[in-house]
């Protein structure tokens, strides 16, 4: 059983700054790149940032120059340091992970739960 386990969001006034947590436990042999996700109400979820395993990382142009995905290969955890946070920041915002539980097993696609980040006055 694999989890997803994020943490760090809340409240935030316009221009400040968050960090999101995402850990990944329980069976797994290898995680290939993980992202964030959010999700606003009425809206689509879309991709925020995406890291693969060696380091290479994808923005959504909304975030670029704002926002900053790093992982820690040891803990199995992503970050997302979020700066000059916008009111159209806010949102649920999901971690997800690309990974293979053993060897000889196809890659999954795995989910956190979410959490709620608003940004206002």
């Known amino acids: 059983q694999v989890q997803l386990v994020e943490s760090g969001g809340g409240l935030v006034q316009p221009g400040g700054s968050l960090r999101l947590s995402c850990a990944a436990s329980?069976?797994?042999?290898?995680?290939?790149?993980m992202g964030w996700y959010r999700q606003a109400p009425g809206k689509q979820r879309e991709l925020v940032a995406a890291?693969?395993?060696?380091?290479?990382?994808n923005y959504a142009d909304s975030v670029k120059g704002r926002f900053t995905i790093f992982r820690d290969n040891a803990k199995n955890t992503v970050y997302l340091q979020m700066n000059s946070l916008k009111p159209d920041d806010t949102a649920v915002y999901y971690c997800?992970?690309?990974?293979?539980?053993?060897?000889?097993?196809?890659?999954?696609?795995?989910w956190g739960q979410g959490t709620q980040v608003t940004v206002s006055s």
């Open positions: 329980g069976s797994i042999f290898i995680i290939y790149a």
């Open positions: 890291i693969t395993s060696v380091g290479s990382t």
């Open positions: 997800n992970a690309d990974l293979k539980v053993r060897i000889g097993v196809p890659r999954g696609e795995y």
